[in-house]
């Protein structure tokens, strides 16, 4: 069983949606959650990052993470076609973990204007 | 600044061949990392780096070597090309210890082994 998983997708919607992307994971060690959005043939960014549990906002992007659930989500608010990517939800224990991030496998995301 | 580069952007081997991917990052950061990413998968790491001469394994280092001997480059050595290897690679770079969970991660080399 991988230690990271994400809702496959993909997942197509109208312009101006709500968007709902999703991952679980079994390694109650994982402190820190990221999410990454990729475009087409291009490497990944990084969007946003919570530390344990909670919420942070960042315009139209909101991260939850449920620790007690082993649960994390990314919403987007009034989805655009420039949201259109794939995104990948990542996971490390602690900050000093250097480029040792569990990836989840990425859901790909179409908004249709 | 440049960020981190990939060289080349696309590479066809035929198996058996060796060759080098070279990354580069221009901000100074002490850690650096090489993912690969096959079809419908995430990233997985192959193998990383907390400064200058010091690397060690990830999850699917088999095939691969790297060195550091300078901040700013980490290549990543392909010994023998399979066709398994075929896949995109991308180098990864982040600040230190304190922020090592943002990534920068330059444009990808895609690799075919025939």
């Known amino acids: 069983q991988k230690e990271v998983e994400q809702d496959p997708g993909p997942l197509s919607v109208p312009e101006g949606a709500i968007v709902s992307l999703n991952c679980t994971y079994s390694n109650s060690a994982f402190q820190y959650f990221m999410w990454y959005r990729q475009y087409s043939r291009k490497g990944p960014e990084l969007l946003m990052y919570?530390?344990?549990?909670g919420n942070k906002e960042d315009g139209r992007f909101t991260a939850q993470v449920d620790k007690s659930s082993k649960y994390i989500s990314l919403f987007i608010r009034d989805s655009q076609p420039s949201d259109s990517a794939t995104y990948l939800c990542?996971?490390?224990?602690?900050?000093?973990?250097?480029?040792?991030?569990?990836f989840g496998d990425g859901t790909t995301l179409t908004v249709k204007p | 600044n440049a960020g981190v580069t990939q060289t080349p952007k696309f590479q066809v081997l035929k198996t058996g061949q060796s060759m080098t991917l070279q990354c580069a990052q221009d901000m100074n950061h002490e850690y650096m990392s090489w993912y690969r990413q096959d079809p419908g998968m995430g990233l997985r790491l192959i193998h990383y780096s907390v400064g200058a001469g010091i690397t060690d394994q990830g999850e699917v280092p088999n095939g691969y070597n790297v060195s550091r001997s300078t901040t700013e480059d980490f290549p990543l050595r392909l010994l023998s090309a399979a066709p398994s290897q075929t896949s995109v690679y991308f180098c990864a770079s982040s600040l230190d210890g304190s922020s090592s969970y943002e990534q920068y991660f330059g444009p990808g080399t895609r690799l075919t082994v025939t």
């Open positions: 990542a996971m490390t224990p602690h900050n000093t973990n250097a480029g040792k991030s569990t």
């Open positions: 919570t530390y344990s549990s």
